[in-house]
């Protein structure tokens, strides 16, 4: 079945410092991919998305490519901010899989003033 | 627009008792889901709806019920709580149609089964 794999955290940067998180995915169909942000007691909420091969979602600074040939989307931000201190979840929605949405486990970011 | 809304906010329950979670969306969507969040293991789909009168299960639904009599409510029930159904439940709603769509969260429900 339809699977994400993220990097495992916690991930404790310094802020201004360069984040990669990696994503990587399993889907039968040709999905649209998310990252979802829960800043400490919320739920959670769309960061970006791309709906298909080489598109890039772009919000708030960070950044994500969708990667057909390496089955990628990979977070970044150029210059963290202790504000981005939240838990990211990489996730798919695949039209074969009936739209529901297939979370990854979440990756914890802490940033250091 | 108050978006997706969820009470309670924190829940104590004895094994065995039962209780609704309740959840509300005023956005008008078709599509309405529960998940439930357990350190280390993402979320999980429990059950789902893609309309009134329509659910259907997702990853885990066994020890929940759940029921769409209205496009604006989903409430999930615990029919006889366990320890194991102890974790933090999300609803979600979005509109149904191409795959692309925005899920948009409440602000979840704290459950603790003793």
């Known amino acids: 079945g339809d699977s994400v794999t993220q990097m495992e955290g916690p991930v404790t940067l310094s802020e201004e410092a360069f984040l990669t998180i990696n994503c990587t995915y399993t889907?039968?169909?040709?999905?649209?991919l998310f990252w979802y942000v829960q800043y400490p007691g919320e739920g959670l909420q769309l960061l970006l998305k791309?709906?298909?091969?080489?598109d890039k979602g772009s919000n708030k600074g960070f950044e994500a490519t969708y990667r057909k040939e390496t089955t990628s989307f990979h977070l970044e931000k150029g210059s963290v901010q202790v504000s981005d201190s939240a838990v990211y979840f990489c996730?798919?929605?695949?039209?074969?899989?009936?739209?529901?949405?297939?979370f990854g486990a979440g990756t914890r970011l802490f940033v250091k003033a | 627009n108050a978006g997706v809304t969820q009470t309670p906010k924190f829940q104590v329950l004895k094994t065995g008792q039962s209780m609704t979670l309740q959840c509300a969306q005023d956005?008008?969507?078709?599509?309405m889901s529960w998940y439930r969040q357990d350190p280390g293991m993402g979320l999980r789909l429990i059950h789902y709806?893609?309309?009134?009168?329509?659910?259907d299960q997702g990853e885990v639904p066994n020890g929940y019920n759940v029921s769409r009599s209205t496009t604006e409510d989903f409430p999930l029930r615990l029919l006889s709580a366990a320890p194991s159904q102890t974790s933090v439940y999300f609803c979600?709603?979005?509109?149904?149609?191409?795959?692309?769509?925005?899920?948009?969260f409440g602000p979840g429900t704290r459950l603790l089964v003793l």
């Open positions: 979600a709603s979005s509109t149904a149609s191409g795959g692309a769509e925005t899920q948009y």
């Open positions: 889907a039968t169909g040709y999905p649209s």
């Open positions: 791309a709906t298909k091969a080489d």
């Open positions: 996730a798919l929605s695949d039209r074969g899989g009936g739209f529901k949405t297939i």
């Open positions: 956005m008008n969507h078709e599509y």
């Open positions: 709806s893609v309309g009134a009168g329509i659910t």
